[in-house]
């Protein structure tokens, strides 16, 4: 075998062992391509509350017995006033109604938004106790906002899933329902529900 057909032979072997390698290196090249293509973006939504600011008109309907089967409801009135803190990052609302019962609530609800998991907890605390309770963490998903957390809030205290719904949200109105459930999230019980209604702001009267 003369020395240009031993050269000739081991160029088209080196051939043969790359194009292989190449067309591995251009389908991880392409997969990696798509991959980053269909990875969807994470949603911000710190500005999912904006909705929220200013001064609202609320009807308001409460279960008078929770998880015990009870269909009775009790309704009235109040008003809310909500202002955004940190550029939207957070919000906080002050809630006053007359109590069926007597006397007036007033209550007050801070909404925090967390960048890193783009998750809002909502924490509600009442002049009453002057103590914030634990927070409510969800997010909201196609014009929906879902939150859950765990409550001492059945029957001989004890622990309930507690979610929180907003839905039905246009500028000038929302819709917002409260939830227990004592099985685990496989059933859920409405008992307590909110109508909003912005209150339009007056003109201001010339001096």
């Not at 003369?2 to 090249?29: D, I, T």
């Not at 006397?103 to 914030?132: C, F, V």
């Not at 059945?154 to 939830?179: C, K, Y």
Request: contains cysteine; charged residues 25%; hydrophobic residues 35%.
């Amino acid at each position: 075998m003369n020395k240009h057909f031993r050269v000739y032979l081991m160029v088209c072997s080196l051939v043969a062992v790359l194009q292989p390698l190449q067309g591995l290196a251009q389908g991880n090249s392409d997969a990696a391509k798509a991959s980053t293509q269909q990875a969807p973006a994470e949603r911000d939504g710190q500005h999912d509350f904006d909705f929220e600011m200013g001064t609202w008109k609320i009807h308001l309907k409460r279960l008078d017995h929770r998880l015990t089967g009870s269909t009775a409801w009790v309704e009235f009135d109040g008003t809310s006033v909500t202002r955004k803190v940190w550029d939207g990052r957070a919000d906080l609302e002050e809630f006053e109604t007359d109590s069926p019962a007597g006397g007036n609530i007033e209550g007050l609800t801070l909404r925090l938004y967390d960048p890193q998991t783009h998750q809002w907890s909502l924490y509600w605390a009442t002049s009453k106790s002057g103590a914030m309770g634990p927070p409510t963490v969800g997010e909201f998903k196609n014009g929906r906002g879902e939150f859950f957390d765990t409550e001492p809030s059945g029957p001989n205290g004890r622990a309930v899933l507690v979610r929180f719904v907003w839905s039905d949200i246009t500028p000038n109105s929302a819709h917002f329902e409260q939830s227990f459930s004592d099985d685990g999230g496989k059933t859920w019980e409405v008992n307590w529900i909110t109508d909003q209604t912005r209150v339009k702001d007056e003109p201001v009267k010339a001096q």
